[in-house]
Structure formats: C-alpha cells, structure tokens
C-alpha cells in the first residue's frame, strides 16, 4: 500500500537532474559504471550531509538497514563502502561543482531580500572571504600549507542581500587570499566588500574598469594625496570624507585614477575605521555601514562548519574533498530553494534540524516545516462525559 514519498525523496525532487545529467554527459561521469550512477552518488551524498555522518563508514552503516527503500530513495541498488569511496576519488568533481553553481544560480533567483539588510542601495552586493579548514598532512599529502599543517581554503563570494554564497573555490590553504580574485567575474554596478588582506591596487583597478564598485578596509601605511573633501556629518561617525590620488611609486601606476577615502568612528569597538572606495555616489556613512555587512560571510562560514560536513572528510584526495564541499554546498542550497518555494518561514537552521531526523518519515513536507500551534490541545475542547460522584 502507497502511503506517500518520503521527506528525503520530496525533498530531492526539487533538484533538476536533466542539467545533472547533462554534466554527467560532459565529463563521462558514468563511464563503465553498472548500477552506482552519479545521481545515485549525489543522494548519496547529500543524505549524509542532512543526517551529519561523520565518515564514509557512519553513512554506509546508518542507511544499509534501509536496502529495502534505496529504489524510492534514489539510491539505486545500493553499493559497498569501497565502491563509494572510489567514486569519490575517479568521479570528475566538476559535475558536482557546476551543478552547484547551477543551484546557486536558482536559489538567488527564489529568493528574497533578507530583512536585516536594511540599506536602500541598488545593485547586488557581495563579500569576498576566505576561511582556512584544518587536515592533516601526512593523509591531505596534497594539501600544503605549513610544514607540519596542511589545510585547504574556501574562497566564497557572498550575496549580502539574500544570504548564498553564489561562488566557491576550493584551494591548498597555501593559495594566497588575492589570487582567488582572478576568478571572479566583476558584475557592473555591482558591489564587492573586501578586507584589508585583499589590497592589491591592480586588482582593485581591475573592478574599477568593470564598472563595479569595491568598499575595501586601508592598510595602516596608505600613501594617500588629499586633492579635496566632502562635508562630513561628525553626528553620524564619519571623521573625514576625502578624494585623492595614490602616491606610492608602483601603487599610482596600479592604480591611478582617483579614490575615495573615508574614516569611520565606531561606537561599538571604540576604533577608527579607514575605508577606500571608487564609489561617489553613496554617502559616507552609507559605505562605513556597508563594510559591516561583511560579518555575514563570516557568518556563513561559521555556520556551514557546524551544521554540514566540510571539517571532517570521506576521501583523502583533492578530489573526494571537492565533491564532498560543493555536495554540501548542494545541500545547502535546496534547503534555500525549498524555504523559497514553499515560504516556510522558518531559518535555515531550524529546517535541517527537523529534516535531519525526518527524512524516512512520509509526511508532506510542507506540512512538516509548516509552525505548528503546540498551545492548541484539541483534547481540551473534546466534549468528555462527566463523571458523577455518589
């Protein structure tokens, strides 16, 4: 007797697997493969990212009782420890990288404007961040960072506005932050906060000529020519507000058209703040006020460390670790898509602590994320028959 999908399946048929099966096409992902396809792979994964295993071991062990429903799960006939572990390392990753970039894609597009960005600026707004994941050397051999550490590096480009990192690299730790800004296609009229670790004056011009607009924080030895100032409101925090030129020798040729400069008095930490800019328009305090936006990347790295599985690995090469971090990227992004489309006005959070423990059950998932009333007991509005004491 059919009583209904499973959450898990409900939850996967949000994920267009034409354009999976596309990218499997492209790369031959299910070359000599017989029954573990890479849509099977992919479920897979993603079902041990929304359930938390820790290894490669936990998520065989934990879904094997389950043979029975690998067919309505999508996991085809199911396959051994071994077997997943060799398609993590031969599988091209770019399936699974494009496909998450695909992903991104939709769920911006779902998306609304987050409520707590509450700035009236046009135009999408982005951080640029990196964040450093510990692993072992002498297992992530590849991995080169110190001498006795190695780690890798996430290089996200972070949509301020809607809450999804809409790029993510993934590099030995060892890669400079600045050379990830050579992958980035700069959006015209866009918006891109970058810290202080990121002043590379030629690159920064590069924005410039994309017609993109950058808030980066100033280095303490700036070399700056004051060539006139804007009126400044002392009430609102902003010190200065200056236009001038670069004077270093091999800075003015990087970059040499005007900039603006601005210092900031923040309340909060009691500290100074110098701001560069190549944008006019906004006010001062409007761009010191967009620099703060940045603790959201930060934010979001915080959060993807503890709730999905990037610290704690299922394959030791370059390869198994890039499937496993754009596979929860993947997860990541179709809890957004289903918040989306469903308006389930729940965080993030909270959906995939409910889906974790949820997702064999068969109840309608838009009724499980829906916010129950728990105060309504209708067993108190039941008519019971009294009981007559003699």
């Known amino acids: 007797m059919n009583q209904g999908k499973y959450i898990f399946t409900q939850l996967t048929d949000f994920l267009p697997q034409r354009v999976f099966d596309r990218l499997v096409h492209k790369y031959e992902g299910n070359k000599h493969v017989r029954h573990f396809s890479c849509w099977n792979q992919l479920l897979s994964m993603i079902f041990g990212q929304l359930t938390g295993r820790d290894s490669l071991r936990d998520l065989m062990i ?47 597009k779902s998306s609304i404007v987050d409520q707590d960005f509450q700035l009236n600026i046009d135009g999408n707004i982005y951080a640029f961040d990196s964040t450093t994941i510990d692993l072992c050397l002498s297992v992530f051999w590849w991995a080169t960072f110190r001498k006795t550490k190695g780690g890798i590096k996430l290089h996200t480009l972070y949509d301020i506005k809607t809450s999804i990192p809409c790029f993510i690299h993934v590099s030995p730790a060892s890669v400079h932050d600045m050379n990830a800004l050579d992958l980035l296609y700069y959006e015209p009229g866009g918006y891109y906060i970058l810290d202080r670790g990121y002043i590379d004056y030629e690159r920064l011009f590069r924005i410039h000529q994309s017609y993109a607009y950058f808030v980066v924080r100033a280095k303490d030895n700036l070399q ?139 109840t309608p998932i838009n009724e499980l994320l829906t916010n129950q009333n728990y105060k309504d007991v209708k067993e108190l509005y039941n008519k019971q028959l009294k009981i007559n004491w003699i």
């Open 62 to 108: 934990s879904i094997e009782p389950h043979k029975t429903k690998f067919y309505h799960l999508g996991f085809g006939k199911g396959t051994s420890r071994s077997n997943f572990a060799n398609a993590n390392e031969k599988r091209d990753c770019r399936i699974f990288e494009e496909y998450a970039f695909y992903l991104i894609d939709l769920a911006r």
């Open 224 to 362: 700056f020519r004051r060539l006139y100032s804007n009126k400044v409101n002392k009430d609102n925090g902003v010190l200065l507000d200056q236009i001038g030129k670069l004077t270093g020798f091999y800075v003015s040729k990087n970059y040499p058209e005007k900039l603006r400069r601005i210092k900031f008095y923040d309340e909060e930490t009691d500290n100074d703040l110098m701001f560069l800019s190549n944008n006019s328009d906004l006010m001062a305090e409007e761009i010191a006020h967009l620099y703060k936006y940045r603790w959201k990347v930060e934010l979001f790295f915080k959060w993807i460390k503890q709730h999905l599985k990037v610290r704690s690995f299922w394959g030791t090469s370059l390869n198994a670790v890039k499937i496993q971090v754009y596979s929860a990227i993947i997860a990541y992004c179709l809890v957004a898509l289903v918040r989306n489309k469903l308006n389930v006005d729940r965080s993030t959070y909270e959906i995939l602590q409910i889906l974790s423990i949820s997702l064999l059950d068969k």
